[in-house]
Nanobody
């Protein structure tokens, strides 16, 4: 069974940090670009960050540049999203997805995780 499983979400105070993980089972992530997306209540899902299959190319939404860092460890079949200086507006369900290209276009992604909740609140 092909699965992506996100973990690492939770409740954090503004200014705090979290590291999200996206682990694959049933397939290898080596040949996949990975994207992180998020959906806040009442809003459409948006692209947050992505990383190419090689790891040499990354991209970030303007809203998270300088605060979030995406990385991958192919040996562990896992992709990470380090989130620093978190703000209340980062509150959302975060999803990872595997696909053919590092892009914010959801159509390029074939496999999706179930999501992990991130809440930034004092």
């Amino acid at each position: 069974q092909l699965q992506l499983v996100e973990s690492g979400g939770g409740l954090v105070q503004p200014g705090g940090s979290l590291r999200l993980s996206c682990a694959a089972s049933g397939f290898t992530l080596d040949y996949n670009a990975i994207g992180w997306f998020r959906q806040a209540p009442g809003k459409e899902r948006e692209g947050v960050s992505c990383i190419s299959s090689s790891g040499r190319s990354t991209d970030y939404a303007d809203s998270v540049k300088g605060r979030f860092t995406i990385s991958r460890d192919n040996a562990k079949n896992t992709v990470y999203l380090q989130m620093n200086s978190l703000k209340p507006e980062d509150t959302a369900v975060y999803y990872c997805a595997a696909g053919g290209d590092c892009t914010s276009d959801e159509a390029w992604y074939d496999y999706w995780g179930q999501g992990t909740q991130v809440t930034v609140s004092s």
